[in-house]
């Protein structure tokens, strides 16, 4: 079966960082995703890990373990902007048809 | 700049209507997907297509159907709308190998009265 879990809201000062979790269990594994979704608006790509530690790109940087079907979004430096969804998504072999399987989703609410 | 549109922003259906949900690309994509988007459930998948004319069904297909006539499109039919089908319907794109990235679609608002 497929499983995503990641929390369903979190909230944090401007200017902090955050660590938004995502654990999974899926039948394979090609890869996970993050992406961050506005209100109103359409998912867009932030990360793609599929090997083991981090990925830093900017304030945002992705974190692997696949042994432990792990994975974490961290923001620095928080904005009021990055109030959004985050949006993890597992890539399950599927001949590279990069089919994703999502959690639900985390609300983050970034106040002042 | 990249795209991936949407017929319909907002669309309102009676039920048993057979409703359309078109879907364009224009980055030549291989591969196109329709999910549906549920408070608290997250982004599922329904249907997916890899190739013209080549659909997959992902995990919630029931009641839906699916049509990819050319690269660039790739529609969703409820055949029988149903309220439990209202929604919001995001549809995305991505071309082949790994790790390449889903565009999305702003998304369809569908309600089944």
């Known amino acids: 079966g497929q499983n995503i879990d990641q929390p369903t809201e979190m909230t944090a000062t401007e200017g902090a960082i955050v660590q938004i979790n995502c654990t999974y269990q899926?039948?394979?594994?090609?890869?996970l995703f993050w992406y961050q979704q506005h209100a109103g608006e359409a998912p867009t790509f932030l990360s793609y890990n599929v090997l083991d530690g981090l990925e830093e790109k900017g304030r945002f940087s992705s974190f692997l373990s696949r042994s432990k079907g792990y994975s974490y979004l961290l923001l620095k430096e928080l904005q009021m902007k990055d109030s959004a969804s985050y949006l993890c998504?597992?890539?399950?072999?599927?001949?590279?048809?990069?089919?994703?399987?999502f959690g639900a989703g985390t609300r983050l609410a970034v106040h002042p | 700049d990249v795209k991936v549109t949407q017929s319909s922003r907002y669309l309102v259906k009676r039920t048993g209507e057979k409703v359309f949900l078109e879907c364009v690309q224009d980055?030549?994509?291989?591969?196109m997907f329709w999910y549906r988007q549920d408070p608290g459930l997250g982004l599922r998948l329904i249907y997916f297509s890899y190739d013209v004319k080549m659909k997959e069904k992902g995990d919630i297909p029931e009641g839906y159907s699916v049509s990819r006539e050319k690269k660039e499109r790739f529609s969703l039919i409820l055949e029988s709308a149903s309220t439990n089908q209202t929604s919001m319907y995001l549809c995305?794109?991505?071309?082949?190998?790994?790790?390449?990235?889903?565009?999305f679609g702003q998304g369809t608002r569908l309600t089944v009265v």
């Open positions: 995305a794109s991505s071309s082949q190998g790994s790790g390449t990235e889903a565009f």
């Open positions: 998504a597992v890539t399950p072999w599927s001949g590279g048809y990069n089919k994703l399987i």
């Open positions: 899926t039948s394979g594994f090609n890869g």
């Open positions: 980055m030549d994509h291989e591969n």
